[in-house]
């Protein structure tokens, strides 16, 4: 059965400060891969996608970078928070296809202070 | 570009009553469409999507049909239960870019005894 981990659960940052997110996916070989933000109360933006290894698309830009160095593994990151940063962010999952469905993980709680 | 409208934010129902939730979207092909459900403190999960052949999805006593001519997709359960709680999400997914999934503002259904 296919696992999708995210880490850490929740981050508490200084405005500034760098900040890294990261989530593996287990028993499933190259899998499409998506980074999702929820703004407290909001709709689900994504935020970047990935096909394959080392190739990753930005959707919206918010001064965040993505990067997908393993099959299972992708990164979120960013030299400086802001703090419109603050929000949940989700990991997903999907085989590809436009009709497939989604699996997203238990996310990140981001808060900038 | 693509985009989903969903009218309700807030829908609150006493238990038993039928629930409607609205979806109507814009694209420049023919799409495809899902409703994803999330509950307090859960990840998103797939709760519905479109059949190419017209069928209507139906899932834990929901169901959406969708109108190529209204460019809708309402999502419908004619007895509400109070597990039915959660914030639900119209998407879309046009065909051919599955790698791109755009997200409504979503719908909080409260469900009160």
């Known amino acids: 059965a296919q696992t999708i981990h995210q880490w850490p659960v929740a981050e508490i940052k200084a405005v500034g400060s760098p900040l890294s997110l990261g989530c593996t996916i287990k028993?499933?070989?190259?899998?499409?891969l998506y980074w999702y933000w929820q703004a407290t109360g909001g709709t689900l933006q994504q935020l970047f996608y990935?096909?394959?290894?080392?190739?990753v698309e930005s959707v919206v830009q918010l001064n965040l970078s993505a990067s997908r160095p393993k099959d299972d593994q992708f990164i979120l990151s960013t030299e400086k928070l802001l703090l419109s940063h603050s929000g949940f962010y989700l990991c997903?999952?999907?085989?590809?296809?436009?009709?497939?469905?989604?699996?997203f993980g238990h996310g990140t709680k981001l808060s900038v202070l | 570009g693509d985009s989903v409208t969903q009218t309700e934010g807030l829908v609150t129902l006493t238990e038993g009553l039928p629930v409607m939730l609205n979806c109507t979207y814009q694209s420049t092909y023919s799409p495809f469409l899902f409703w994803y459900v999330q509950h307090l403190n859960e990840a998103p999960k797939l709760l519905l999507k479109?059949?190419?052949?017209?069928k209507r999805p139906e899932h834990q006593g929901f169901h959406a049909t969708l109108h190529k001519s209204s460019s809708s997709f309402h999502l419908q359960k004619s007895s509400a239960q109070l597990s039915d709680s959660a914030l639900y999400y119209c998407a879309l997914s046009e065909q051919g870019t599955g790698s791109k999934l755009s997200f409504g503002k979503g719908a909080k259904l409260t469900v009160s005894p």
């Open positions: 479109s059949f190419t052949d017209n």
């Open positions: 997903a999952w999907s085989l590809g296809g436009e009709n497939e469905r989604l699996f």
């Open positions: 028993g499933k070989s190259s899998p499409n």
């Open positions: 990935s096909i394959t290894v080392g190739q």
